[in-house]
């Protein structure tokens, strides 16, 4: 029987191990993508150390899959044989059933979280609800590494700045230049907001002008809040950094009606100056990623103006050396896997 190459998580809390699986066949409303790139998350995570119930394990963890569909099945008709086509992190869940407005997305009979509640792309093969699927334009000739980060990182920070209800040319600050924080300042720059990019250190400051910051913040140098008040205060800060002190303490440079949105998950609790919210009438807000229509909407803008993920490509065997890499913040900016290179095409799947 043909084999698909995987990097399954066996019990919660473990480790990634490779392995072989029997190739997925697609059920009814399915499709099966050959997998081509899958983009490495700290949401991933939420996989292998099992942060929602309702996950089963062995899982095999990956939410920034970009492949080509190699079968159908039952049902699908939206889809052909041999488009590349996405897999996102927020894919499937309807927000609308009374599971999903309790926040049990694994009870949803439209859950298809992939990587969570169904395997990702941490592989070879994966299977994929058709509703969960994300169009790639025919005639992109972006790499699959290059669009797989779209897909997480790039609709976590797409969709707030769309949607945040900030006028272009208003203060916006990003706080962190990473994984997330480099697509961010990219798109706040093409969307016409005046933007101020906050790291730590003088070595960051080039690259954020690189990727269009117009104002860059040294959070060793001074109080980023501060340096935002004295900028008139920012309309809009997006956290894209997992640093729960750094994010408490830039809620003061919000100006009036100002809003803060986070889309980094850090793992303490977030202690905010509520007298601040009170008097300037602020608001903290978090948001989950995006649908397969936002994904696709995130794709259209990216490749529109040229806001491109800059990554570091690993072979799927050195999963847990990227992982690392990720987590300990050496990779510039964001890991990738490639799914590709130990496949066989006369052998059908065959390692």
Known sequence: MSKSLVVEVRTRGGDFEFTERPIPEPGEAEVRIRVEACGICRGDDVCRLGFWPGISYPRVPGHEVIGVIDALGSGVAGFALGERVGAGWNAGYCEECHQCRRGDFAGCKNSSINGIFNDGGYAQYMTVAEHALVRIPADCDWSSAELAPLLCAGVSTFSPLRNSGVRAGELVAIQGIGGLGHLAVQFAHRMGYRVAAISSGADKKDLAHQLGAHIYIDGSQIDPAEAL?????????????????????????????????????????????????????????????????????????????????????????EANRAYEQMKTNKVRFRAVLDCREQIDDSEAGEP
């Open 229 to 317: 008040r004295n900028l008139g205060g920012a309309a809009l800060i997006l956290a894209t950094a997992p640093n729960a002190e750094a994010i408490g303490a830039l809620v003061e440079g919000l100006k009036m009606n100002g809003k803060m949105i986070i889309v980094a998950a850090p793992h303490d609790k977030v202690q905010i100056n509520s007298l601040h919210l009170l008097g300037y009438r602020a608001t903290v807000m978090g948001w989950p990623g995006g649908s397969p229509a936002d994904s696709e909407d995130t794709v259209a803008f990216a490749l529109m103006t040229n806001c491109r993920p800059l990554v570091e490509v690993f072979p799927l065997a």
